[in-house]
């Protein structure tokens, strides 16, 4: 782990410590939510130390505090990670063997995952996955217990807004890639798609069908 530290350049290691910060203040957002719907402090924490899925965090809090089954919001929170499947195959390069293997499994985030194929060396493709994967987990579990604290005390947390947070951070970690025209047909296609079905279909499955954005791209590369 010394030689992950020592590959990450300054520029990369400021960028991966401003998105921990970020995520640290949606883990304060999440943990005051869960606690000022009716939730018991340590699950939250528990949510937070063991499923370490923001949104599918967030999902399953939603659904559960507006009087949805707990199986229910399982499946919804299962159908919103089903992304991480293609983001281990990605990333399985960095993520060594035995246990090592399975604590990176654990550790494979969209952020840490946007970070890792955002680098072509290997050795900087390791540091930057597992600097920003241990980082989040660190800095988000401590934001979480500091949130479910603020939630027991504060109770209205709409006043703070808190639930952007988590909106914010995803779209300052998309908005570099835009830069590309084909990414922004693809990102556009898929937020029709999303926005089209989120009033027929349950949370979560409009995302997932948002994908289909991808095919944009992969049509516009078919010569005429």
């Known amino acids: 782990m010394r030689s ?3 590959t990450l350049d300054s520029g990369l290691a400021r960028d991966i410590a401003l998105v921990c910060l970020a995520d640290g203040i949606v883990g304060v ?12 402090m340590w ?4 949510l937070s130390l063991f499923v370490f899925a923001g949104a599918s965090q967030f999902l399953f809090i939603g659904i559960v505090a ?17 992304r991480h499947l293609p983001f281990g195959l990605a ?6 063997t035995g246990l090592q293997r399975i604590v990176g499994s654990h550790l494979i985030t969209d952020e840490s995952s946007a970070f890792t194929l955002n680098q072509h060396e290997p050795d900087r493709r390791r540091a930057a996955f597992w600097s920003c ?35 914010v951070v995803v779209l300052a970690l998309v908005l570099p890639s835009l830069r590309d ?17 989120t009033p027929w279909l349950p949370a979560g499955v409009p995302v997932l069908l948002a994908v289909a954005g991808l095919l944009v791209r992969k049509q516009s590369r078919v010569p005429a």
């Open 181 to 197: 025209a084909g990414t922004r047909r693809c990102a556009a296609a898929g937020a029709m798609i999303a926005l089209a079905a």
């Open 29 to 40: 957002s999440f943990g005051a939510i869960a606690v000022s719907a009716g939730f018991a």
């Open 133 to 167: 994967g241990i980082g989040i987990f660190v800095v988000w579990n401590i934001g979480v217990m500091i949130g479910a604290v603020l939630g027991d005390v504060i109770h209205n947390t709409d006043a703070f807004g808190l639930d952007a947070a988590f909106p």
């Open 43 to 46: 699950v939250p924490i528990a």
């Open 91 to 96: 990333v399985s390069d960095v993520l060594g």
């Open 66 to 82: 507006a009087g949805g089954s707990p199986f229910a919001a399982v499946v919804a929170a299962l159908l919103v990670n089903t």
């Open 4 to 6: 992950i530290w020592r």
